[in-house]
């Protein structure tokens, strides 16, 4: 899927024929693409189950945009790397809700002007410094779009200001259980390369437009921008999946992820049902 989506993106690139490819070191670093992105990380404190919260800001040039980790087909979703960092075991992103864009008639999912991505470092050995020195590659667009590689660079202090990462925590998708959401189904038809995907969703209408974006575990598998409609207090979306080897495949409901997106207003659906 990535391979996919990156060369969809390459494709919007040709319109800035001759960029190189920059590598900004992180916050506040000297670069000639300091105009377009600038980025830090935000240290915040450690859990009661050891893990250390930070935050990824990323300061957008005006008019510019980043991507969502399910950016739609007129994007990247960014992509972490992390084996440089010391006592690093895993990474848990809480990602904010975004905003739907419309540009040339394509949609894409993202964020403009600032992103704090509050991210939950999982140490290898708890109670010990963690220092990281990793990298994030992530497309950035105004006219033109451009793939960049953020150096991430911090040895985290015991505790910091907290503001910036619980401002961008309350921002998240709120579950489904808090939106009052009811029976959630999916209707699985094999396609000649894949799967179609219907979900029925019972959720209260959310105000103005409504978009559904399906996610699955594997960014290998293919999934096209859903098409929403209304039935009632129903909200129904479908959608194409099409994996590497283009053919049917096993699909674990129980994996389906469904963030709906209206507005301001963010609801995040872990799992559906046959019936």
């Known amino acids: 899927m990535f ?6 993106f390459l494709t919007q690139l040709v319109l800035a ?8 070191s992180p916050a506040f670093a000297g670069s000639e693409y300091d105009d377009v992105v600038t980025a830090e990380i935000l240290p915040g ?4 189950s050891g893990a250390q919260i930070v935050g990824l800001r990323l300061m957008l040039a005006p008019g510019w945009k980043t991507y969502w980790r399910a950016p739609g087909d007129a994007g990247i979703p960014p992509q972490f790397d992390w084996s440089g960092s010391s006592n690093i075991r ?19 999912i993202g964020y403009k002007n600032e992103l704090v991505l ?6 290898s050995s708890p109670g010990q410094p963690i220092t990281i020195n990793g990298n994030v590659a992530l497309g950035v667009c105004l006219d033109i779009c451009m793939p960049i590689e953020l150096e991430l660079r911090a ?10 990462i619980n401002a961008a925590l309350a921002q998240r998708p709120i579950s489904a259980k808090s939106a009052g959401v009811g029976k959630v189904t999916c209707t699985v038809e094999p396609i000649a390369d894949g799967l179609r995907l219907t979900t029925r969703i019972s959720v209260a209408p959310m105000g103005g437009k409504e978009v559904a974006v399906i996610e699955l575990p594997d960014p290998s598998i293919w999934i096209a921008e859903a098409n929403v409609t209304r039935e009632g207090r129903d909200l129904v979306a ?5 994996p590497e080897n283009a053919a049917p495949f096993a699909l674990d ?3 389906v992820r469904v963030t709906l997106l209206s507005g301001k207003k963010a609801i995040d659906i872990q799992g559906c049902t046959g019936s």
């Not at 404190?45 to 009661?48: G, R, S, Y």
Request: proline letters at 13%.
């Open 17 to 24: 024929t001759g960029l190189t490819l920059p590598t900004l």
């Open 253 to 255: 409901r129980s994996k």
């Open 45 to 48: 404190w450690e859990t009661d």
């Open 90 to 108: 895993s990474a848990t992103y809480h990602w904010p809700r975004p905003d739907v864009f419309y540009q040339n008639g394509m949609r894409a």
């Open 118 to 123: 509050p991210i939950e470092l999982t140490p």
């Open 238 to 242: 479908v959608t194409e999946m099409v």
């Open 3 to 8: 391979c996919v989506m990156m060369k969809r």
């Open 155 to 164: 040895t985290l202090p015991a505790q910091a200001d907290p503001a910036p």
